[in-house]
């Protein structure tokens, strides 16, 4: 494929599924002429339906989707599902409306109906956890593929069917987007699918219509209070994909509290696997040797099974997010002794994770990592692997997020202190926030922490990594930690094209490190 990564993709050959008899399984009620009508697709919004489609009209925050339907229908669209206000808000459109009390709790049923994904016969791998998602989700993909076994993923960073990349809006897609997907790996020949979930997508039926094989936990700590009002709330949403009804299996990280209560509190078999000193889980992980460039690690489990091998990624919680993906390997069938064979003869995992401690340096000059981690503790978990490789200083440059969990600001702010031994605060997706009021809050944390921090503020991050590249030297490290992967930058409502990445090369060749 050619040109930029498409935003979804459907099956290349769909299959037409007359109207009526969607209305006759599911029983609804529906408004209008359904003789006819065939649907080979579905959308949730607008701007993504083909012609052919059904288009769920749900309330949202800003608009009832229903009243999108002329547009719907002008691009296609054969019929409406939306619920009684939108079936009023739809009639206007002139397309049937077939009704339902919750349309958004009925389309995961719904499109896995019409993409025929119920057929499909991969194994579907679910991850989740505050951090660490997306690079299980890598970290199983990329072992599938030295198991010679054809995989996909869906993550934050991108969805992918073996070559093709697919660019990724949310963390999990909506669930007429995932089907469609799942739908068009089946089309592929894939056999397995890594999938990182979401709380929010357990909370907003977005993974509805799928019964996981495997799902793993990594950790829960503070992230997303603007959408969960307490921890425990957030924790309950997690715990939904630990149910008969969403996964056949689990593995659990049992190195928190959180891990614990889910094992007991989960209504499928699950395993757990402990990566700290002391852990008394099935399955253990100890880390044999970090380095700047990879990190050696044992994973041991029961009757005396055991797997010793490296990633080439930074951090213990590197490894730990391996051995989850290899205890989720083994838990769905995979031998032990065959991954451990594939990946001996690789050298390791031959895994490559856009934006998370992605090196952007060359062999001179300082050390610069890009990094995705924009919680407290993905920011603990990234100090804290840079101080055990590096001799020399480190220092980070980062911003928050607008118009998302304020209150973790501080945190951040005071760990990033802790951690580092000079901090640049820069802006990151002010969205529609002040953006000085954001730094303000970063600048306080931090100063708050280490009062005699070398501590800077630059607004624009250009500016800010080229700060930051200015204090350091050889044997240093910079951190950009954030925006990752990410080619934008949101400011009020634009979203700005930048590059982290791109820049920081950039920066690094105008400073003659590259
Ligand atoms: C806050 C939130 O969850 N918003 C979601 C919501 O949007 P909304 O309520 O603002 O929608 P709206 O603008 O009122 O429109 C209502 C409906 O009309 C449709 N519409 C609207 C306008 C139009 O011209 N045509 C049209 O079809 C929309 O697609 C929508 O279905 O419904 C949309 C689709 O129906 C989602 O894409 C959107 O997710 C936004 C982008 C989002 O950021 N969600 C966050 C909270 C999220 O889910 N984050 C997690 C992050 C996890 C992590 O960091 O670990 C994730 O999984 O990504
Ligand atoms: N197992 C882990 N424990 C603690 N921190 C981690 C772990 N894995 C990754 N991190 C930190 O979290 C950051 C984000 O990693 P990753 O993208 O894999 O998480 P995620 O759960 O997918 O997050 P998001 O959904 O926001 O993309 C990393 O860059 C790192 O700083």
Not at 10 to 28: D, K, N, S, Y
Not at 313 to 321: I, T
Request: no cysteine; aromatic share 6%.
């Amino acid at each position: 494929m050619t040109g930029p990564a498409p935003s979804s993709l459907r099956p290349e050959h769909p299959v037409a599924r007359p109207l009526a008899q969607l209305v006759a399984e599911f029983g609804l009620d529906y408004r209008g002429d359904l003789d006819a009508v065939e649907v080979t697709g579905v959308a949730l919004a607008t701007s993504a339906v083909e012609p052919g489609d059904l288009y769920v009209g749900v309330p949202g925050r800003n608009a009832h989707g229903a009243s999108f339907a002329t547009a719907a229908a002008e691009a296609g669209a054969v019929a409406v599902l939306t619920d009684e206000e939108g079936a009023e808000l739809a009639a206007a459109s002139g397309l049937p409306v077939i009704v339902t009390s919750d349309a958004r709790a009925a389309l995961g049923a719904v499109a896995a109906w019409i993409f025929r994904t119920d057929e499909n016969s991969a194994t579907l791998f679910g991850v989740t956890g505050t951090n660490g998602k997306t690079s299980v989700v890598y970290l199983l993909n990329a072992i599938l593929g030295q198991l010679g076994v054809v995989s996909g993923l869906s993550s934050t960073a991108e969805r992918r069917i073996g070559e093709t990349a697919i660019t990724s809006k949310l963390t999990t897609p909506e669930a007429s987007e995932l089907h469609a997907l799942l739908a068009r790996m089946r089309e592929a020949a894939v056999r397995a699918v890594a999938i990182e979930v979401s709380a929010q997508a357990l909370s907003r039926h977005r993974v509805d219509g799928i019964v996981f094989d495997v799902v793993g936990f990594t950790n829960l700590s503070h992230d997303h209070l603007d959408d969960y009002e307490s921890m425990s709330d957030y924790f309950e949403a997690k715990l939904e994909l630990f149910q008969p009804d969403r996964a056949r299996r689990g593995v659990v990280t049992v190195d928190s509290d959180w891990g614990r209560s889910l094992v007991e509190q989960s209504r499928i078999p699950v395993t757990t696997l402990s990566t700290s000193a002391g852990g008394d889980a099935e399955w253990t992980m100890s880390v044999t040797e970090e380095t700047v460039d990879h990190t050696a690690f044992v994973l041991e489990g029961p009757d005396g099974r055991m797997l010793q091998t490296q990633v080439p990624l930074l951090g213990s919680y590197m490894a730990a997010n391996a051995a989850l993906a290899i205890v989720m390997l083994v838990e769905s069938g995979y031998d032990l002794d065959a991954i451990g064979a594939a990946l001996e003869r690789d050298g390791g995992i031959d895994a490559f994770i856009p934006g998370r401690a992605e090196r952007i340096s060359g062999d001179r000059g300082p050390v610069v990592f890009i990094d995705y981690g924009h919680s407290p503790d993905a920011f603990l978990s990234t100090l804290g692997a840079l101080r055990k490789v590096t001799d020399g200083k480190i220092v980070m440059v980062f911003g928050a997020d607008g118009d998302r969990d304020t209150t973790k600001r501080n945190d951040m702010g005071a760990i990033a202190a802790r951690g580092s031994d000079a901090v640049v605060i820069t802006d990151f997706h002010p969205r529609w926030e002040d953006p000085a009021a954001i730094r303000a809050t970063l600048l306080a944390g931090a100063r708050g922490a280490v009062p005699e921090l070398e501590l800077y503020e630059v607004a624009d991050p250009r500016a800010a990594f080229r700060k930051a590249l200015s204090l350091a030297d050889e044997g240093d490290i910079v951190l950009y930690a954030g925006p990752g992967h990410e080619d934008y930058q949101e400011v009020a409502g634009q979203r700005i094209p930048y590059s982290a990445r791109d820049d920081a090369k950039l920066a690094l060749r105008e400073a003659g490190w590259l």
